[in-house]
């Protein structure tokens, strides 16, 4: 699986400096495989959304993003070690008050780079998160062929549809996303995501395209 494309909203005061914020990270309209653009709104929604660093550069990656943003801490600091899926992460806000995170999984997207990190080395996005009854959401996914691989639907928990590194993240509205605990909510989003067969899912707010 693969996201192809995603549409996130920005409030609408805030739409050019968050295009400008993703564009000083070598984001603008792509990141690696996934078309990524901003539709102004109003309202003020936020998500989280996850970009996919190489597997083998996170820590050029991490001395990259820390020259350009304030990372926001958990427990342990600004590092999260995600030992299960053998994962590392990190998280900051853009202007919108979305939770971006640069997560890199050891042994995908590899690519052998050395020397310092540039954005266009980013793979994709490699989770985002739609909020909303999990076991719902779950079932409509599997229906095209987008099943739950880790997690649970049980109340309160997050579920993680698609696969490893590419990733739907189910989450009950309320639930605290890190590292921040801020409660989740339901905003309008569309992803296109390559898997299972060709179908258009609306889940709630989330417009869910599978080719």
């Known amino acids: 699986m693969r996201i192809a494309a995603l ?9 050019g400096a ?3 914020f993703y564009a000083s990270l070598d984001i603008a309209g792509r990141v690696g495989e996934t078309a990524f653009t901003l539709a102004p709104a109003n309202g003020a929604p936020f998500y989280h ?7 083998d550069r996170f820590d050029a990656a991490l001395a990259w993003i820390r ?6 801490p958990g427990a342990a600091g600004e590092v999260f070690d995600f030992a299960f899926w053998n994962a590392c992460a990190c998280y900051f806000h853009d202007p919108a008050g979305s939770i971006v995170e640069l997560v890199a999984h050891r042994g995908i997207a590899e690519n052998g780079t050395e020397g310092p990190f540039t954005g266009d080395e980013l793979a994709g996005v490699s989770e985002i998160g ?5 076991p719902v959401l779950a079932a409509a996914l599997a229906e095209v062929g987008i099943a739950v691989w880790d997690g649970s639907l049980e109340p309160g928990q997050l579920a993680f549809a698609g696969e490893q590194a ?14 921040t605990g801020r409660p989740a909510e ?5 992803v296109v995501v390559a898997a299972g067969r060709d179908a258009t899912v609306e889940l709630g707010p989330h417009s869910v395209r599978v080719i």
């Open 7 to 15: 549409q996130l909203e920005v409030p609408r005061a805030l739409t």
């Open 18 to 20: 968050t295009e400008r």
């Open 49 to 55: 959304v996850a970009l996919l660093v190489p597997g």
């Open 67 to 72: 020259e350009r943003v304030e990372l926001l």
């Open 130 to 134: 739609l909020v909303g009854d999990t």
């Open 166 to 179: 590419r990733t739907l993240i189910l989450a009950p509205v309320g639930r605290g996303w890190l590292p």
């Open 186 to 190: 339901p905003h309008p989003l569309e």
